[in-house]
């Protein structure tokens, strides 16, 4: 199979916190992953690809010093939510690429809240 | 640019009923073509895939796809709609000039009703 997990599922902080979410490759090595924003009843829309070992490449109006990603390693992507705000609420997922597939795997998904 | 056009946001049948959820997309070539579901706080799933093989593609849970070039359109398809398969249906194009992006219609919300 090729299953991509993601974590926390949901998670609450602070207003001026960060928050960090994990998107993990479990049977696979993935070079390439993706990070998406959905909002309620929309379809996703992409903040960034992020690359293993080196910068992402951030969408047009996605503040990358807002939103940073790493990719350290074939199996690990994060994404972290630098001082949030209620208006970064919001369902984040990730997805992977698996060599020689053309399809995306999908992470379950964040549902992030800052109160 | 690509784009991916879903023609209904909203679809309702009745238990035992025919599926037929609609998708259309812009390419000059031919695309890497998806539909996955979504279930309310949950990830993507990937119900089906064409890759230039077969144009009727066969999918997870009954579900079905024929592309068709002349139309442009990869619609989705299943002969009896059982209540599980309520959910958001997303169609997905994977160009092959831009190998590296995945293009999503905006959703089709597929309601079952009893």
């Known amino acids: 199979g090729a299953v991509v997990s993601q974590h926390p599922s949901r998670v609450i902080c602070k207003s001026g916190t960060s928050v960090k979410i994990e998107c993990r490759s479990l049977?696979?090595?993935?070079?390439?992953m993706f990070w998406y924003r959905q909002f309620p009843k929309k379809s996703l829309m992409l903040m960034a690809t992020?690359?293993?070992?080196?910068?992402?490449?951030?969408e047009q109006g996605v503040e990358k010093d807002k939103f940073l990603i790493n990719h350290a390693s074939l199996t690990l992507s994060t994404l972290t939510v630098t001082s949030a705000h209620p208006e970064d609420s919001s369902f984040y997922i990730c997805?992977?690429?698996?060599?020689?597939?053309?399809?995306?795997?999908f992470g379950q998904g964040t549902r992030l809240t800052v109160v | 640019a690509q784009s991916v056009t879903q023609l209904d946001s909203h679809v309702s049948v009745s238990e035992g009923t025919p599926v037929l959820l609609r998708c259309n997309y812009s390419?000059?070539?031919?695309?890497?073509l998806f539909w996955y579901v979504q279930h309310p706080n949950k990830g993507l799933q990937l119900l089906l895939k064409y890759t230039s093989a077969a144009t009727l593609v066969k999918g997870i849970n009954g579900f079905e796809a024929e592309f068709k070039k002349s139309e442009t359109s990869f619609h989705l398809t299943k002969p009896s709609a059982h209540m599980s398969d309520a959910a958001e249906y997303f169609c997905v194009v994977r160009p092959l000039y831009n190998f590296n992006k995945f293009y999503f219609g905006s959703g089709t919300k597929l309601n079952v009703k009893p």
């Open positions: 992020s690359n293993e070992g080196s910068k992402a490449t951030y």
């Open positions: 049977d696979f090595q993935a070079t390439t």
């Open positions: 390419s000059s070539y031919s695309p890497s």
């Open positions: 997805s992977a690429e698996r060599t020689g597939l053309p399809e995306a795997f």
